[in-house]
């Protein structure tokens, strides 16, 4: 079962994070998040209302903290985008996401076995190459003269920001699960509100306007099912950690940007680069020796 939902959160997280970037291309990232964030913590709300029984306060702290660290990865990797190289970014960010909960696991005492070690090493090498992207035109900051190291050397700021969020998104990983162990559907709602809060906070204080009918259906569509994708993926991801080892969840879970690029292939026509097939084709080679 673990392999299942954590497979089914890596599905919806990748899909969640398409469609987020789609409308993001045709409006402001802060303007999406504000209204895709705040409609998923109404999914999982409404999930754990429908589940009934009363809201357990024993994982109230560990998920009002996943809402907050996971709302400042989100924020650090808009950021870490428009700062410095993508192909720098979204590989760092994604390899983070992924080592520390896995590190926490191995610290905790979960006991995995050999094959299992090798399809974790596999996955992550596979998920590094499937985030690659064509390097892309630096944007250096207005005042780069006098940004210091940062400010001179684009690989570095995208490395910085690519680890921070990387960071806050691991931290959001480990923080749920122990929320998640006193209930199945509360402490992912806590974690979402907490998440929608701090990002209309930010974006209020940012001037950015949610976005709206007038940024176009498509657009504003993209923005809801991105919101409605990743809250299911939240629930997956607990389910997933409820039901086995955290480490595999954590690994499997990691494949999302797979599912992202594979979605940009077929409904944008977009090419993959050799190294992101060689990725796919490892994260498969992965998944297999996990499941052995």
């Known amino acids: 079962m ?42 999982v709300l409404a999930a754990a209302l429908a589940a009934g029984g009363p809201a357990p306060t024993a994982g109230l702290g560990w998920a009002l903290a996943a809402g907050a660290f996971g709302a400042i990865g989100l924020m650090l990797f808009y950021a870490g985008l428009a700062a410095g190289p993508m192909s720098v970014v979204a590989p760092v ?9 896995v590190g926490v696991a191995v610290a905790t005492g979960e006991h995995l076995g050999g094959l299992v070690y090798a399809g974790a090493a596999v996955c992550l090498v596979a998920t590094v190459l499937v985030s690659l992207e064509r390097g892309t035109p630096d944007r250096a900051p207005a005042n780069a003269a006098q940004g210091g190291v940062l400010g001179r050397h684009p690989a570095l700021r995208g490395l910085v ?23 199945v559907f509360w402490p992912v709602a806590t974690s979402r509100l907490a998440n929608s809060a701090v990002v209309i906070a ?24 991105s ?17 086995g080892l955290f480490g595999i969840a954590a690994v499997l879970t990691s494949l999302y940007p797979g599912i992202t690029v594979l979605l940009a292939r077929v409904v944008l026509g977009e090419r993959m680069r050799a ?5 796919l084709l490892l994260a498969a080679a992965g998944v297999i020796l996990v499941t052995l």
């Open 2 to 43: 673990v392999i299942m939902f954590a497979l089914a959160a890596a599905v919806l997280y990748g899909s969640a994070d398409f469609l987020g970037g789609a409308a993001s291309r045709q409006s402001r990232a802060l303007s999406v998040a504000s209204v895709s964030v705040p409609v998923g913590a109404l999914v």
């Open 93 to 101: 960010s994604a390899l983070v996401s992924t080592v520390l909960p």
């Open 161 to 183: 920001y690519g680890t921070a969020c990387g960071a806050m998104f691991g931290i959001f990983f480990v923080f749920l699960r122990y929320a998640g162990s006193s209930g």
């Open 202 to 225: 930010v974006a209020v204080l940012a001037g950015a306007s949610p976005v709206g009918r007038a940024a176009g259906s498509r657009v504003l569509a993209a923005t809801i099912g």
């Open 227 to 243: 919101g409605v994708l990743d809250a299911s993926a939240n629930i997956c991801y607990v389910l997933a950690t409820r039901a």
């Open 275 to 279: 190294v992101q097939r060689a990725g």
